[in-house]
């Protein structure tokens, strides 16, 4: 998008997509060609790592019955596949994927996204945010 930005509108379907939890899911779900390619460690835990491809449009076929909206988000969905690496510890669990390539079609294929999870089943306090004034509201 030459540094521009870009009105996504409505759409909440492409504030999903780029949802680093939804982003993990479906990478696992779509991932093609899966192979194990080593080892190595996340977090001082050993790993198994493993790559393949995704092909990110083709989430559109899991959001079914989107009607109009399929075309719009369509348009913002890039139609290159990504690389994308898995790091699995010892209990089956994703400790960490790097997806390499774009997955909205304004994006370069520079594009690197890494997500890193950690401290499983450990509670966690959210706090709301602060309460913002909107000018003229």
Do not use: C, H, Y
Request: net charge negative; aromatic share 6%.
């Amino acid at each position: 998008s030459d540094g521009e930005w870009m009105e996504l509108g409505q759409v909440g379907e492409i504030q999903t997509l780029i949802n680093p939890d939804f982003l993990v899911l479906q990478a696992v779900k779509l991932v093609q060609d899966a192979k194990i390619t080593g080892g190595g460690k996340v977090d001082g835990e050993d790993t198994t790592i493993v790559e393949g491809e995704v092909d990110f449009s083709g989430l559109l076929d899991r959001f079914g019955g989107m009607g109009a909206e399929a075309d719009q988000v369509r348009d913002f969905i890039s139609d290159k596949p990504v690389l994308v690496t898995f790091w699995i510890d010892e209990e089956d669990r994703i400790r960490e994927v790097e997806i390499i390539g774009p997955i909205l079609s304004t994006e370069t294929d520079d594009v690197v996204r890494v997500v890193t999870l950690s401290e499983f089943n450990e509670p966690v306090e959210i706090e709301a945010p602060e309460a913002v004034s909107t000018p003229g509201a």
